[in-house]
Nanobody, 125 residues
């Protein structure tokens, strides 16, 4: 069974940092573009960041640019999200996702094939 399992979420004060990881099981994702998304009860799932297979093409939502960094890992942990200078508005459930093999990264939620179950990030004042 193919699984992505986010970890690293938690409760943090505003201006603090967290690092999310996305361990994979059932297959590797070395040939897959990866993305991070987040969701709150008030909003649909929204794009946060994406990265190409070789790490050369990276894209961020405007709201996190300059504060978050997406990076590729190894076959077992294909993607990370370093989140710095966290703001209250960053609170939500964060999901990692993978596109189909050899597909390019995108901001579109519907174009990701594999999804994790999400990890809660709560930023307090």
């Amino acid at each position: 069974q193919v699984q992505l399992l986010e970890s690293g979420g938690g409760l943090v004060q505003a201006a603090g940092s967290l690092r999310l990881s996305c361990p994979a099981s059932g297959r590797t994702f070395r040939n897959n573009a990866m993305g991070w998304f987040r969701q709150t009860p008030a909003k649909d799932r929204e794009f946060v960041a994406s990265i190409s297979t070789n790490g050369k093409y990276i894209d961020y939502a405007d709201s996190v640019k300059g504060r978050f960094t997406i990076s590729r890992g190894n076959a077992e942990n294909p993607v990370y999200l370093q989140m710095n200078t966290l703001e209250l508005e960053d609170t939500g459930v964060y999901y990692c996702a993978a596109r189909a093999d050899y597909a390019t990264p995108t901001r579109r939620t519907a174009e990701y094939v594999y999804w994790g179950q999400g990890t809660q990030v709560t930023v307090s004042s």
